[in-house]
């Protein structure tokens, strides 16, 4: 079996194409089981090199996607997904999204997973950030939010990007790619909490947890963050609004993206991490004296009180509880222009 493995990996840098797609083919069924994925990664040294050379030479053909699945399952492997860090690969997937993405989507729907696998490593972050060189830093991620933009589609089989938010939950989680994204300038962020209406939960989850990490940096881009709002309120409290429809002297105190969502019923967010999420970066904001201003502002606190007395899940109540002991300790002078504390 070792021999013929061996043999096998061999056919996957063989002269002729046909050859070559066979090999990746059988290499793809073996890394859909555990002794497969365990006997490749014992030969990860000549295994990982061929499949990325195939992924570039091939990516044109079913060879292509082949090596992109396999290297897919490769990858959730931290060590492997490591050594294919340095081996090149982030640089090779999105070249080859960049250039065959449009043709075959399936193929980049496969490339955006190994992505995410990839951005799970700290050397695979900072690849995709492009940290070190200030001429493209960030250009990768903007290509992605692009991408991730542009493709949105209610059907999730035909969401070749909605893994990107898988990606931009794992940058997001260091400095480096949170400056990126909330950089003013380059105008990310905004794209991505437009984004939150979507109707598929995977990028919602990915938008939710991206904004929360970003809101780690409230202390210091409060005003970046703040200049979103507009777009940020609507996407934190929304979730944690409940179903019920508010009063028009609740609502008399809201921008109208949040009364308008809040003058008739709907269907709750049932999805405790997305609600989880939200609250703790409302927590974060609103630690901040202007972050509080802005909450009253759009009469955030009486949202929160609606929200809570259907909540039933306990996590979810004690992050609206953990607000609201801070609106108590900390909003009197904001109660005064936004009005009635929760209770």
């Not at 061929?50 to 091939?58: C, I």
Request: glycine share 8%; aromatic share 4%; with cysteine.
């Amino acid at each position: 079996m070792a021999d013929e493995l061996d043999e096998l990996i061999g056919f996957l840098s063989d002269r002729n194409p046909q050859v070559r797609s066979a090999a990746v083919d059988i290499v793809r069924g073996l890394t859909g089981g555990e002794d497969g994925l365990r006997a490749l990664t014992a030969r990860a040294d000549r295994a990982l090199p061929a499949l990325l050379r195939l992924l570039a030479s091939a990516a044109g053909s079913g060879a292509g996607e082949a090596a992109a699945d396999s290297l897919v399952n490769l990858s959730q492997d931290a060590a492997l997904a490591t050594r294919l860090v340095a081996l090149g690969a982030v640089d090779a997937a999105m070249d080859v999204v960049a250039r065959r993405g449009g043709e075959q989507p399936a193929l980049a729907r496969s490339l955006v997973m190994l992505l995410v696998n990839l951005t799970h490593v700290a050397s695979g972050v900072a690849a995709l950030l492009q940290v070190g060189d200030e001429k493209v830093q960030g250009l990768y991620v903007a290509k992605l939010v692009r991408s991730f933009c542009r493709s949105s589609s209610d059907s999730e089989e035909q969401d070749t990007f909605e893994y990107v938010a898988s990606i931009l939950v794992n940058i997001s989680k260091v400095e480096a790619g949170r400056r990126i994204l909330m950089e003013p300038k380059r105008g990310l962020l905004k794209q991505i909490i437009r984004q939150f209406d979507s109707t598929n939960q995977l990028r919602k989850k990915g938008v939710a947890g991206t904004i929360r990490n970003c809101c780690f940096e409230a202390d210091t881009q409060l005003q970046n963050l703040l200049s979103l709002a507009e777009y940020l309120w609507p996407a934190l409290l929304l979730p944690v609004a409940g179903k019920k429809i508010y009063s028009e002297e609740d609502r008399s105190k809201m921008p109208l993206e949040l009364s308008s969502a809040l003058s008739h019923e709907r269907e709750a967010v049932e999805d405790s991490e997305i609600q989880q999420q939200t609250l703790e970066a409302i927590y974060m904001i609103v630690l901040q004296d202007d972050g509080r201003r802005s909450f009253w502002s759009v009469n955030g606190p009486r949202i929160l009180q609606v929200g809570y007395e259907d909540e039933e899940d306990l996590k979810v109540m004690e992050a609206y509880e953990l607000i609201g002991s801070l609106l108590v300790g900390k909003g009197e002078g904001e109660q005064e222009q936004g009005g009635e504390k929760p209770q």
